[in-house]
């Protein structure tokens, strides 16, 4: 194999694993609390379009929701302020999908986000998970 064929083939597989990389990144994340309260999120961001959807669900909280945010940037442990309120008042069942700033994908990306479920016995938070990416 000749160093062109090959430096054209590195470059090809680089172009490619970019393009997939352009395509939908996945996230999760399992949602913890007192009192055997838990839940999940699926998240999906569309990083051309800068568009992010999301889902929640969760059982077990000490009454009704009364909010539910996306908090960032924030390392694992740590607090933040909202970045995405979650219309609804935290409300089963939640979905929707909202346009990020580069920022806000930039720290969604690096593992920065956290969701929270708040109740009133729980005023800064009953469940909570860190979002991660899902590997492919």
Known sequence: ???KYAAALSMAAMMVA??????IIHYHAALTGPNGAK??????????????AYRATYT?????????????????GKDAPPVVTVPGGGK?????????TDEE????????WY????TAANPNGEV??????VAR
């Open 1 to 3: 194999m000749s160093f």
């Open 18 to 23: 970019g393009a997939a990389r352009a395509e």
């Open 39 to 52: 839940g999940e999120v699926t998240a999906e961001l569309e990083p051309s379009e800068k568009t992010f």
């Open 60 to 76: 077990g909280l000490s009454g009704p929701a009364t909010m539910a945010h996306f908090h960032g940037p924030a390392e694992p």
């Open 92 to 100: 089963l069942p939640i979905g929707g999908s909202v346009r990020l």
């Open 105 to 112: 994908m930039a720290d969604l990306e690096a593992g920065k």
């Open 115 to 118: 969701f929270n479920v708040h």
């Open 128 to 133: 909570r998970g860190q979002l991660t990416e």
